[in-house]
């Protein structure tokens, strides 16, 4: 009887334990299996005395039936437990926001600039940071001895060719594809050997501006410069048109923008399109008129945003980007 009782207590522990199949199959041989525990007992039962032979083989055969219902059980439970359930899961924890990446301030202001040409029915191109001196400035009225094509003013390459110190040059460009009328605005790069320092860098941003029509008068050229800069500055932005020279403009501004009480800030340069520029991309110059304008797009985000230093647009620093 105590023999009984132990492999019972010995079964439902060992039974407890287990969690996989293989256990399940290893345990259904050691005590159920032919030469099992069980099977031990049952052969004892031709040497036991006739009086006790009914008595142990009722027990035993209990027993067995007490451990296929166990064994039953178990099998069930674990087929029904979630096969890898993994780390838990809690769905009441607060959520871990994604680092999402963002577009770099020049790009938004780029961008802004771009849809308030939009708007004015501009079209936005753009044109190779490689040029040629014609683009950069024999079509742009800016004679041979000029100061700006001097080595120290721009980075010659081989072959003639230089990094544009200005996206004027893609004025020249769409002018020699294109017949007017013409809308267009040109944003990119421009290179200049110019020492680094906190408003000056080697490359920078401009954004170039073209109308070109039968008729296009200083008044348009006045009345879209202000409309854009109210947009990018809100509507009661100062503006003043500074009378200015530009080789490839007659006549031509500088525009300043009223910062705090007294400061005024060059942002852009703008004129109507000169005759010899017209005359440089087969344009009849008696047929046509035009303005232009160019912008720096570093100094209108400097502003815009209150940074002091343009350095910072090109150190790839996050704590800086992540600002914007
Ligand atoms: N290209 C000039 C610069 O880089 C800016 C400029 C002035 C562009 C007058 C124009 C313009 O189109 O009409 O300083």
Same mark, same amino acid.
């Given at each position: 009887?105590?023999?009984?009782?132990?492999?019972?207590?010995?079964? /439902?522990?060992?039974?407890?334990?287990?969690? #996989?199949?293989?256990?399940?199959?290893?345990?259904? !041989?050691?005590?159920?299996?032919?030469?099992?525990?069980?099977?031990?007992?049952?052969?004892?039962?031709?040497?036991?005395?006739?009086? +006790?032979?009914?008595?142990?083989?009722?027990?035993? #055969?209990? *027993?067995?039936?007490? %451990?296929?219902?166990?064994?039953?059980?178990?099998?069930?439970?674990?087929?029904?437990?979630?096969?890898?359930?993994?780390?838990? *899961?809690?769905?009441? %924890?607060?959520? !871990?926001?994604?680092?999402?990446?963002?577009?770099?301030?020049?790009?938004?202001?780029?961008?802004?600039?771009?849809?308030?040409? /939009?708007?004015?029915?501009?079209?936005?191109?753009?044109?190779?940071?490689?040029?040629?001196?014609?683009?950069?400035?024999?079509?742009?009225?800016?004679?041979?001895?000029?100061?700006?094509?001097?080595?120290?003013?721009?980075?010659?390459?081989?072959?003639?060719? %230089?990094?544009?110190?200005?996206?004027?040059?893609?004025?020249?460009?769409?002018?020699?594809?294109?017949?007017?009328?013409?809308?267009?605005?040109?944003?990119?790069?421009?290179?200049?050997?110019?020492?680094?320092?906190?408003?000056?860098?080697?490359?920078?941003?401009?954004?170039?501006?073209?109308?070109?029509?039968?008729?296009?008068?200083? /008044?348009?050229?006045?009345?879209?410069?202000?409309?854009?800069?109210?947009?990018?500055?809100?509507?009661?932005?100062?503006?003043?048109?500074?009378?200015?020279?530009?080789?490839?403009?007659?006549? /031509?501004?500088?525009?300043?923008?009223?910062?705090?009480?007294?400061?005024?800030?060059? !942002?852009?340069?703008?004129?109507?399109?000169?005759?010899?520029?017209?005359?440089?991309?087969?344009?009849?110059?008696? +047929?046509?008129?035009?303005?232009?304008?160019?912008?720096?797009?570093?100094?209108?985000?400097?502003?815009?945003?209150? !940074?002091?230093?343009?350095?910072?647009?090109?150190? #790839?620093?996050?704590?800086?980007?992540?600002?914007?």
């Amino acid at each position: 009887m105590s023999t009984i009782q132990q492999i019972l207590d010995e079964a /439902s522990k060992e039974l407890s334990g287990l969690t #996989n199949a293989e256990g399940i199959e290893a345990f259904r !041989i050691r005590f159920l299996g032919k030469k099992g525990k069980i099977g031990e007992l049952m052969a004892r039962i031709p040497s036991l005395a006739p009086a +006790e032979r009914r008595q142990f083989g009722a027990d035993v #055969n209990k *027993l067995k039936s007490e %451990l296929e219902i166990q064994l039953a059980e178990k099998k069930l439970a674990i087929s029904e437990a979630p096969r890898n359930p993994g780390p838990v *899961l809690d769905m009441t %924890l607060p959520a !871990i926001a994604p680092h999402a990446g963002r577009l770099h301030p020049l790009r938004q202001t780029i961008d802004e600039i771009m849809a308030i040409f /939009s708007r004015m029915g501009f079209e936005s191109v753009e044109g190779p940071e490689i040029e040629t001196e014609f683009h950069n400035f024999t079509a742009l009225n800016i004679p041979l001895q000029h100061a700006s094509r001097d080595a120290f003013d721009t980075f010659y390459t081989t072959q003639g060719r %230089l990094l544009r110190s200005q996206t004027s040059t893609v004025q020249i460009r769409i002018m020699q594809k294109r017949k007017p009328p013409l809308r267009m605005i040109a944003p990119g790069r421009v290179y200049r050997p110019d020492t680094v320092d906190a408003s000056h860098s080697f490359m920078f941003h401009q954004i170039e501006g073209l109308m070109v029509d039968d008729k296009v008068s200083f /008044s348009d050229l006045k009345g879209i410069l202000h409309h854009t800069l109210r947009e990018l500055f809100g509507k009661d932005v100062k503006v003043r048109f500074r009378p200015h020279f530009f080789p490839f403009t007659e006549p /031509s501004v500088e525009v300043d923008l009223l910062w705090g009480k007294n400061r005024w800030l060059e !942002i852009l340069g703008a004129g109507m399109v000169h005759p010899k520029v017209f005359e440089a991309v087969g344009y009849d110059p008696a +047929e046509v008129q035009g303005f232009a304008f160019g912008m720096g797009v570093e100094r209108l985000a400097m502003l815009r945003y209150g !940074i002091p230093d343009i350095r910072y647009f090109y150190e #790839n620093d996050r704590r800086f980007l992540r600002q914007f």
